[in-house]
């Protein structure tokens, strides 16, 4: 079976709404599916996964979120090579920015990215297309 950890970090419930929808398609998918946020993990036991989907909102200035996440990700993203990972997150007053700079980064750690990041206005609505997505990532995951 497929081993997924999703690590996310969400202040207002908007990434983790989707992070719940990432996780529900990968485990339609067959996926055995693991949540952890920054402060239950480290960069160890994440490189220890062999697929791992990236939840972060648009914070700051087009950035990730400083005091939690970015720390993770500085610190895991040398032990990418090779893995299968995703990337999402919610955003409101921009366009998404954030992504396209994260997803970039990403692609130079090694890692494969099995779809393109994942940035979603706010939270997707019951039944949105947005809603769709977010499951499809999950499941792109669990079948790469
Ligand atoms: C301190 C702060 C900085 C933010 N910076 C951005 C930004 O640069 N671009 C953007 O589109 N949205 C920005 N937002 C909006 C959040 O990305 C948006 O509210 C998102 O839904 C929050 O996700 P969450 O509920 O998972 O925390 C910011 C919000 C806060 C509180």
Do not use: R
């Not at 939690?68 to 999402?88: E, M, R, S, T, Y």
């Not at 994942?118 to 939270?123: C, E, N, R």
């Amino acid at each position: 079976m497929s081993k997924i950890t999703i690590c996310y970090w969400s202040g207002t419930g908007n990434t983790e709404n989707i992070a719940n929808l990432v996780a529900e398609g990968a485990k339609e998918a067959g996926a055995e599916v693991t949540m952890v946020q920054p402060w239950d993990t480290s960069a160890d036991d994440l490189a220890a996964c062999d697929k791992i989907a990236f939840g972060c909102p648009a914070m700051g200035d087009e950035q990730l979120e400083t005091e939690d996440f970015q720390p993770l990700w500085d610190d895991v993203k040398d032990k990418l090579k090779g893995k299968k990972i995703a990337l999402f997150g919610s955003y409101n007053w921009n366009s998404g920015e954030w992504m396209d700079t994260w997803a970039q980064e990403a692609a130079q750690t090694g890692a494969t990215l099995v779809a393109d990041g994942l940035a979603i206005l706010d939270s997707p609505e019951p039944g949105s297309d947005e809603e769709d997505d977010a499951k499809a990532l999950g499941a792109a995951l669990a079948k790469a």
